[in-house]
């Protein structure tokens, strides 16, 4: 009966504060106006204060980061007002000057219905942070390592089909043989002819792109070609064209099919002879230009039809290139989404770090009608609207929306992330040389230590 009055008499604030010094974690209590009232005993050793220092008045804005002081200080103040906060990671200085990471989890103290003050827990967590921020930096080194490998002239990609192309663009560019290349809508023509261009003897020149479909005939052909004074009411002075302007460079003709017979036969005498007459010229200029063309029609079946010159086709047609739609190239989505989401950061100012895997999943389910240049727009899109680190399905343009898996991703719908589309590659770039981990970093051109480093990141066993 004594020990129980005496349990009942026992102090609940003294009970509290010897319990709190028997914990592993800082507890503290602060006053409402931002002084530290109690700390426990390990929460002065990890300070680095002393009992009279606190006593002395040790304000939070002392203690707290000062980048972190203002998000800290608003929720001390929400705290004060009742208003529910939920736990958060500050950046905490000691009195050396040193600091660490903690997880800072508060209440109020009340006093009958009035809030007296704030109590609060802190876990040191610095560790954890340090280990997140140690995988985020091996990530993005190796992100930045996988794009430089799969990389060629501003354009990424992993796939076959790519690859065998960017093997024969070097070549290609040695020469000043004219180029077609074919590919729909949006899969990177224009990349490639500057490609070829950035590769070539005429590099140091002028690269000149013009799109010979949106242009009418009379607009066309002096865009091309110039004109002279007086070649029509409002040409007041000479003014060169396209051909001028890449003089010992390159001149790019996209959308070369939707061009009219007229002009067909005006493009081939500058093929056939290197020369052409501008708009209201009576002389012949030479063109020291290398030309690339390019379209998304079929050229040969024009010709069958009568609407495309055959002899055009074949004066352009000396060096092909065919570009595979992006629903051919599933493999390379999630590369590009990393390269979009890099080059998004810098143009934007923001550090999103990726796509979620539920946005992986339906980029990887989509078709893409528009090809590259819709990923590109849908990432763009999706920036605009991401204020995290993370592109969520919320970000993405409506149209994406209900978008499910279907059977024609070719097994790469499964794929959730750009790291487990690297860890399946690589796996498969060791099956390829019989298992050898040398050979296999000798394939990929990275040092046989980079390479275990990846496997061990990826999860991937050495066996």
């Known amino acids: 009966m004594a020990e129980k009055m005496k349990y009942q008499s026992y102090d609940w604030k003294t009970r509290f504060s010897d319990t709190a010094e028997l914990l592993p974690n800082i507890i503290c209590e602060v006053d409402t106006k931002g002084y530290l009232t109690w700390v426990n005993r390990i929460g002065l050793d990890r300070f680095k204060y002393t009992a009279k220092q606190f ?35 500050y950046r905490m200085v000691h009195s050396d000057g040193s600091w660490a990471v903690y997880e800072v989890n508060s209440a109020p103290i009340f006093k009958g219905e009035r809030i007296a003050g704030i109590r609060t827990c802190l876990f040191d967590i610095s560790e954890r942070v340090e280990a997140e921020d140690k995988a985020k930096r091996k990530v993005n080194d190796l992100r930045v390592e996988m794009r430089h490998k799969f990389s060629f002239e ?3 990609s992993r796939s076959e089909q790519m690859r065998k192309i960017f093997d024969t663009l070097p070549p290609i560019a040695d020469v000043t043989s004219t180029v077609l290349i074919y590919g729909a809508s949006g899969t990177g023509k224009e990349l490639v002819a500057r490609a070829i261009h950035g590769l070539s003897p005429r590099a140091g020149k002028n690269f000149v792109a013009i799109n010979c479909g949106a242009l009418p005939d009379n607009l ?28 010992g460079g390159v001149i790019f003709l996209d959308e070369i099919g939707d061009i009219s017979p007229a002009m067909q036969v005006k493009l081939l005498r500058v093929l056939q002879e290197r020369v052409y007459e501008p708009l209201g010229g009576t002389s012949s200029v030479k063109a020291d230009v290398r030309v690339i063309a390019a379209t998304n029609r079929d050229l040969p079946a024009m010709i069958v039809e009568g609407t495309f010159r055959d002899d055009l086709f074949y004066r352009l047609n000396v060096l092909k290139i065919k570009l595979p739609t992006l629903s051919e190239r599933r493999s390379d989505i999630p590369l590009l989404c990393d390269h979009f989401v890099s080059q998004f950061n810098r ?3 923001k550090s999103v770090e990726e796509v979620s895997p539920e946005v992986m999943e339906t980029l990887l389910a989509y078709d893409y009608p528009g090809n590259i240049r819709e990923l590109e727009n849908i990432i763009e899109h999706a920036f605009v609207f991401c204020h995290e680190g993370v592109i969520m399905p919320q970000h993405l343009p409506e149209e994406l929306s209900g978008i499910e898996r279907t059977g024609d991703a070719s097994g790469l719908a499964g794929y959730a992330s750009f790291a487990e589309l690297e860890a399946d590659y690589l796996r498969a770039v060791i099956e390829e040389v019989g298992g050898s981990r040398l050979e296999a970093a000798k394939r990929l051109g990275i040092h046989k230590s980079t390479l275990f480093r990846k496997l061990k990141s990826l999860g991937i066993s050495e066996e």
């Open 154 to 156: 501003n354009m990424v």
């Open 220 to 247: 066309l052909e002096s865009e091309l070609f110039g004109y002279k004074a007086g070649a029509f009411t409002d040409a007041k002075k000479d003014k060169p064209g396209k051909f001028a302007s890449a003089e």
């Open 347 to 349: 143009r934007f100012g």
């Open 55 to 89: 006593q002395e008045g040790v304000h939070l804005s002392r203690i707290i980061h000062p980048d972190d002081l203002d998000e800290g200080m608003a929720n001390v103040q929400a705290l004060l007002e009742g208003k529910s906060v939920e736990p958060m990671e």
